[in-house]
């Protein structure tokens, strides 16, 4: 499987990171990353890794700029595009289908190609314009995902709650994972006391 990931400057990059981690482990996916400037700015502003460390995740790592790169075509095989997280500059430029950068040409040819694209929207609260845009993204295929905590699974860290964002993401690509306790139904008082 090949995936291209996009992390924005939208608080919560370590979706992103995370992402790439846990696909990182996995021998049959190959990673195209392509991190905005302001993405690699709160890479280093909210979390302990370094650029450096954050693209050796990848299996490439594009740069912004370079709207040369495989990832920018059509013709480049792909199985879809997560942006993780999604700023609302990036989700406005993806649907209005304003190229500038790698970042959204990529998620545009996924798109036109008829590619899943998922993108992990933070921001809140939101306004009409922020609603139609997506409304629009929808329309044209995507999928928004802002990274909303479930609480069922009684999360005790950040990590957790990271994870199950992650593995909703993978789950929307059929990747096999164990991120977090699938929902069964509610359980007796008795079984909860005791887990």
């Known amino acids: 499987m090949i995936l291209v990931v996009g ?11 995370r992402l790439l981690e ?4 996995m021998t049959d996916v190959e990673t195209h990353l392509v991190i905005s400037k302001a993405g690699a700015e709160n890479i280093h502003l909210e979390t302990g890794w370094t650029l450096e460390q954050v693209k050796a995740l ?4 594009w740069d912004i700029d370079d709207t040369s790169a ?4 059509g013709s480049f095989k792909r199985d879809g595009m997560i942006i993780a997280p999604c700023t609302v500059k990036t989700l406005s430029a993806v649907a209005n289908s304003y190229t500038e950068n790698l970042l959204v040409r990529a998620a545009d040819v996924s798109l036109k190609e008829r590619k899943k ?5 933070r921001e809140t609260p939101l ?4 609603i139609r845009n997506m409304e629009r993204l929808t329309e044209m295929g995507a999928i928004i995902m802002p990274p909303v905590p479930a609480f069922y699974i009684r ?3 950040i990590q957790e709650i990271i994870d199950h964002s992650i593995g909703k993401v993978l789950d929307l690509f059929d990747i096999e994972h164990h991120l977090y306790r699938r929902w069964t139904g509610a359980m007796p008082a008795e079984e909860e006391t005791e887990s």
């Open 70 to 73: 495989p990832i920018a075509s």
């Open 155 to 157: 999360p005790t860290t």
């Open 117 to 121: 694209l998922v993108l992990l929207f």
């Open 7 to 17: 992390i924005t400057g939208a608080t919560g990059v370590i979706y992103g990171i």
């Open 127 to 130: 306004h009409l314009g922020h």
């Open 22 to 25: 846990v696909l990182s482990s």
């Open 58 to 61: 990848a299996t490439h790592a």
